[in-house]
């Protein structure tokens, strides 16, 4: 792959990633959250792919984005939807 | 004014956090990206293909690379490392999986109790969804076993496989709310790949080199790259693809509880 | 120091300070488990960043990948740290798991998920024994 491409890919992957996982932290509904959660798993699983490791992309897609997404969901139901102070917006 | 309060307190967990960050990031300068750091050990004119002595190797990357094909018959390199080269190691790790999923079954059982009273009415799944997963779940578990099957010649394998099974019962799972997989049929299928697992690293015990999970068989069969290339790691590598995918399933099956 | 080490490395570093913020600043328990699979995935990418080799293959040999199966040195990146992080994953989640039941036991004990009496200033014991 030439260098250029393979760092603006890696650049954009990046933002994204951390965009993602700042919207994460700062969500006041916890099964927004956990979606956008998985979301930080899948753009990671490519960056795995882009470091030439398909084995641990594959991991990383299948458990990050399915099965802790729907754990979480599955805690969440239990308990409360919304981070405290968060329910009247 | 709500917004501005929440900034202010998390202003010092910013400043840690990228302090942090910045302090960790000093110490990777020196770390270079993209350096063939593990041929350090390399002769000065070596050539792609040239035979080397790994007699006097003492990087596990590099002699792991030299002499995997003939030591494993794996085409997958990082199948090779974790079964063969490191299969003790993998064997703690299943074990921390099986620990886990038992902790979470039995801190379960202590929370229950006070659940009963609150029972919600469960909605059923919609028409599309229910005889839409019907459909697509033989295939994901096709592909599963297919993916652990040859987790020697293609990326993949054992906990990839399991754990694409296991996220094919939670389609299962999402479009029957009622129904699930029997509670004892998921630790019988558990139980007997673990101790397939152990059952397969004795049989290494009683083979040429007798150590615990030696793979002599590995090239007895047929070549790299071929499906009984590898000796013992398939085998393995089967019962790891069990064990994880049904472990995942009871793990995903105990969080949802009952119905709720 | 090249911008590809610069990219990767400030990325991910700033990933897992995303996370650290995360746990530092939140009080509530589902969102600190949340962060801490974001610290965990950061951990990951480092790990598998620091074996990576520029212009080498995946380590897969041997048929269609047209890499020799007898001479793999200098052709692939380094597979241990790949296998590592493969193993390192799928314990992430069983972990993740256990922790979520803690919480879940937590919520029925106190009825809240927030951390009121672990943060100083803000103790209030009426609501902390509801």
Redesign the interface.
């Known amino acids: 792959m030439n260098e250029l491409v393979f760092i603006a890919l890696a650049t954009l992957m990046f933002i994204l990633m951390i965009a993602l996982a700042v919207m994460v932290i700062r969500s006041k509904d916890l099964i927004k959250a956990a979606i956008l959660l998985s979301g930080v798993s899948l753009i990671a699983s490519f960056v795995f792919v882009l470091l030439r490791a398909p084995d641990v992309a594959m991991a990383e897609a299948s458990i990050g984005s399915a099965l802790t997404a729907i754990i979480l969901v599955f805690a969440i139901k239990k308990t409360n939807r919304f981070e405290e102070g968060g329910e009247e917006k | 004014m709500m917004e501005r309060t929440t900034f202010h307190r998390s202003l010092p967990a910013i400043a840690l956090a990228l302090l942090f960050a910045a302090t960790l990031f000093v110490a990777f300068v020196e770390v270079d990206f993209g350096e063939p750091r593990i041929e350090e050990e390399l002769p000065v004119n070596y050539q792609p293909g040239e035979e080397i002595d790994t007699e006097n190797i003492t990087t596990p990357g590099l002699r792991y690379l030299a002499n995997s094909s003939e030591e494993t018959g794996s085409a997958n390199l990082v199948t090779a490392v974790v079964v063969n080269y490191r299969g003790f190691d993998t064997l703690g790790e299943v074990t921390i999986l099986f620990l886990a999923a038992t902790g979470v079954g039995a801190l379960l059982s202590f929370i229950k109790d006070d659940d009963e009273k609150k029972k919600k009415k469960i909605l059923p799944p919609s028409l599309i969804l229910n005889k839409g997963a019907r459909l697509v779940l033989p295939l994901i578990i096709l592909f599963g076993v297919y993916v652990f099957l040859h987790g020697h010649l293609s990326p993949g394998g054992g906990f990839q496989g399991g754990v694409i099974i296991a996220s094919g019962m939670l389609l299962f799972y999402i479009a029957e709310p009622t129904k699930g997989a029997s509670h004892k049929v998921i630790s019988i299928i558990e139980s007997t790949a673990g101790l397939a697992f152990i059952g397969l690293g004795i049989v290494g015990l009683m083979t040429a080199s007798k150590i615990f999970l030696a793979n002599d068989f590995a090239g007895d069969w047929g070549e790299v790259g071929m499906l009984v290339s590898a000796g013992l790691l398939p085998l393995i590598y089967i019962a790891i693809g069990f064990k994880v995918g049904s472990e995942m399933t009871g793990l995903v099956e105990k969080m949802r509880g009952d119905g709720s | ?5 610069l ?16 746990i ?5 328990l ?2 600190v ?3 801490i ?2 610290i965990a ?1 950061g951990v ?2 480092l790990l ?16 269609d ?1 047209g890499i ?13 740290p ?2 590592l ?3 390192a ?10 922790a ?6 937590y ?2 004990k106190t009825g ?3 951390l009121k009496s672990w943060s100083y200033g803000l103790t209030n014991e009426k609501e902390v024994k509801k």
């Not at chain 3, 530092?24 to 509530?28: A, E, F, G, Q, V």
């Not at chain 3, 598998?48 to 048929?63: L, N, Q």
């Not at chain 3, 979520?100 to 036991?105: D, E, F, N, Q």
């Open positions: 120091m090249n911008g590809l080490a990219v990767f490395y400030g990325g991910i570093l700033l990933l897992i300070a995303v996370g650290i913020w995360g530092l600043s939140r009080r509530n589902i969102k488990i949340m962060a699979t974001i995935t990951n990418l598998v960043s620091v074996g990576y080799i520029s212009g080498r293959a995946a380590p897969i040999v041997g048929g990948t020799d199966a007898s001479s793999t040195t200098g052709s692939v990146v380094d597979p241990i790949q296998a992080v493969l193993t994953i799928v314990i992430g989640l069983a972990t993740t798991a256990l979520l039941v803690a919480a879940v036991g919520y029925r809240s998920l927030e």
